[in-house]
């Protein structure tokens, strides 16, 4: 069964830190992976997307990666900001249109 | 630059009522993606459409359907709403099938 799976699932960092969010995936065949920043009542906003062949790619203080061969993902966000503070949602392609949404992980930036 | 644009943004109904939400794609994009995202739940893909066909269908509950004009807008026609229906519902639009999904704001059904 195509699955995302994310941890933490919610998480609490002082503003001007730094985390990591994780990813794990069952889905296959395997297109691509995106992370979506999310805030509350909003459409997701994409951050990145990355194929088989990539194993990072940065979005200003989003950083993601990708192992194809464990089938994991993480997002590193640099300086944390009051308005990092969001859902981060990882979501993966497995083709024809398809997203498999991961669970979510909630990110709350304190001040 | 211009995004997807969902009306109306919120909406309430009453229970066995219908509803229609629109979806506006960023224009140029063929492609057009409905999901259903409730409280603390992660989006459902419900049904897709491309070039006024549609592509893929998900969970979409047999009371509703969906369509794509002409002008690449689409509607989502729900009937006999229940209040398991309350939810956000995004509209998405990509070019082409396998590209990169842009979602609207949302609109936010609450069923009284």
């Known amino acids: 069964k195509n699955q995302v799976e994310q941890s933490p699932q919610s998480l609490i960092i002082l503003e001007g830190k730094n985390c990591t969010l994780q990813?794990?995936?069952?889905?296959?065949?395997?297109?691509?992976l995106r992370w979506y920043k999310q805030d509350t009542g909003r459409g997701p906003v994409s951050l990145t997307i990355m194929t088989f062949s990539e194993n990072t790619k940065s979005n200003g203080r989003y950083t993601a990666t990708l192992d194809a061969d464990t089938k994991q993902s993480s997002l590193h966000i640099t300086a944390s900001q009051l308005s990092d503070s969001a859902s981060y949602i990882c979501v993966v392609s497995p083709g024809f249109q398809k997203l498999v949404f991961g669970t979510g992980t909630r990110l709350l930036v304190s001040p | 630059a211009a995004g997807v644009i969902q009306s109306p943004r919120h909406l309430i109904k009453e229970k066995r009522e219908t509803a229609t939400l629109k979806c506006y794609p960023i224009p140029r994009h063929d492609t057009v993606y409905w999901y259903q995202q409730g409280p603390g739940q992660d989006p459902q893909f419900l049904i897709s459409?491309?070039?006024?066909?549609?592509?893929d269908k998900g969970s979409i509950p047999d009371r509703f359907s969906a369509q794509q004009f002409s002008d690449y807008h689409s509607e989502l026609n729900m009937s006999s709403l229940e209040l398991g229906d309350s939810a956000l519902y995004f509209c998405?639009?990509?070019?082409?099938?396998?590209?990169?999904?842009?979602f609207g704001p949302g609109t936010r059904l609450t069923v009284t």
């Open positions: 998405a639009s990509s070019l082409g099938g396998g590209n990169e999904q842009y």
């Open positions: 459409f491309y070039e006024k066909m549609q592509s």
């Open positions: 990813c794990n995936y069952t889905v296959s065949p395997f297109s691509n």
